[in-house]
């Protein structure tokens, strides 16, 4: 009855654009950097790499299978296939990690915001590198004006979100991915010319595996959910809109080939620049905003590039973000009746509140910690190393051991229309590699190893 009510993506190009509009965000530019530098680099990316293709793609073909199986919100999904079983409260766990992603999330995607204003006043120009970090932190330390800019951040996602699915989301999409690859490349040409390019290109390229412990798989792995949006239901709630005719396999790994692509140009322009500039590669959350404007500073045009890249990393962020508010909104309207309206205010007010606490983790808040992390640390790491893994063995679980095979089949092969073997060896990965890969991982993040 729900689903003759559903809109489902216009164009094949729109199936792939919002999917990689969710998975292309700050997660690849401005997350996969500071993680790939405090993990050690090129160790941190192999593993990473591991992770997308031994994780990542099976558990995005899991979330398709059940989205387009039900065609309906993540709650409703499990209900519909699996009716009379406590599947369904994976969807709990899916809002709880989209609320506290997004609250930190936001922050950082109002930072790009105050990055733009910068950038369009042109206020990088004559910028010495010490004064790229002075007024960096002078900014994010300061209470008021990154929680301004979170608001206003959150207040856009609340007109957007408002919009629907169609027109809110495809077409910003469509027209955005492509160009913000584009003026990637560029900055990829600029930076493996600078001075320091041979250090940072084998910082990034050049693993050394006496780097690597629990700490950077875990990492890895969380980085990976990340990227992918995957584990909380995004996937499920955005295949359920897709048409009968997308070819699931081929979308997944289109989705992870452009979202690695993406976080390793950003690798590519990031560590050259930090070793050019004398940056520490393990800066944290401020290296790419830090780093950047060095780089745009390097190039004929700087004030045009500036701008350009702050503006679509700003609405690239926008649109992983519209993706996660439309967990909630799926389900509060669809399982609660809720006005759309109503849901998507339900879900940002909280990461409203979130949020400020986040921001403030930068300033006031910065010596509030529990184990060393502060609200903004707590948030980021419960999400993405611990809620979005956690969420993803149970979905490949669900999938590999629960789920009805006919339904698998018929996603996989679109009802009998395409020939594949694949099925069986992803309910395979489903069923035992990826789970008790998961476990491993966890219990070595614990330090059980
Ligand atoms: N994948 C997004 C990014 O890389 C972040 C995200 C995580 C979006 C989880 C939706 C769900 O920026």
Partial sequence: MMSEKRVTFATKLGVIATAVGSAVGLGNIWRFPYETGQHGGAAFLLIYIGCILLLGIPVVLAEFIIGRGSHSNVSGAFRKLSPGTGWHYISYLGITAAVLIMSFYSVIAGWTMEY?????????????????????????????????????????????????????????????????????????????TLPGAGAGLSYLFDPDFS???????????????????????????????????????????????????????????????????????????????????????????????????????????????????????????????????????LHISACAVLGVLCSLSFGVLSEATLFGRTVFGWCDFLSSNILLPLGGMLISIYVGWVLDKKVIRKEMTNNGELRTRLARILVFVLRYIAPTAIILIFLGGLGVF
Wanted: proline share 4%; hydrophobic share 50%.
């Fill in 116 to 192: 733009t204003y910068q950038a369009l006043i042109d206020s990088f120009g004559s910028h010495t590198p010490e004064e790229f970090q002075q007024d960096f932190t002078a900014f994010t330390s300061s209470p008021l004006r990154p929680i301004f800019w979170t608001f206003l951040f959150l207040g856009i996602n609340y007109v957007i979100i408002n919009r629907g699915v169609q027109n809110g989301i495809e077409k910003y999409s469509n027209v955005m991915m492509p160009l913000l690859f584009l003026l990637l490349l560029v900055f990829c040409v600029r930076s493996i």
């Fill in 211 to 345: 780097k690597i412990d629990s700490s950077v798989v875990l990492g890895a792995m969380g980085q990976a959910f990340f990227s992918l949006s995957l584990g909380m239901g995004t996937l499920i709630t955005y295949s359920s809109y897709f048409s009968s005719r997308t070819k699931l396999v081929r979308s997944a790994t289109t989705i992870a080939a452009f979202d690695t692509l993406v976080a390793v140009l950003a690798g590519i322009i990031i560590f050259p620049a930090v070793f050019t500039f004398g940056i520490s590669p393990s800066q944290g959350p401020e290296l790419v905003f830090i780093t950047l404007p060095h780089v745009f500073q390097q190039m004929p045009g700087a004030y045009i590039w500036s701008v350009l890249f702050f503006i679509l990393l700003f609405l690239a962020s926008l649109t992983s973000t519209i993706s996660m508010c439309e967990i909630s909104v799926a389900f509060f309207t669809e399982e609660r009746k809720m006005s759309r309206k109503k849901a998507s205010l």
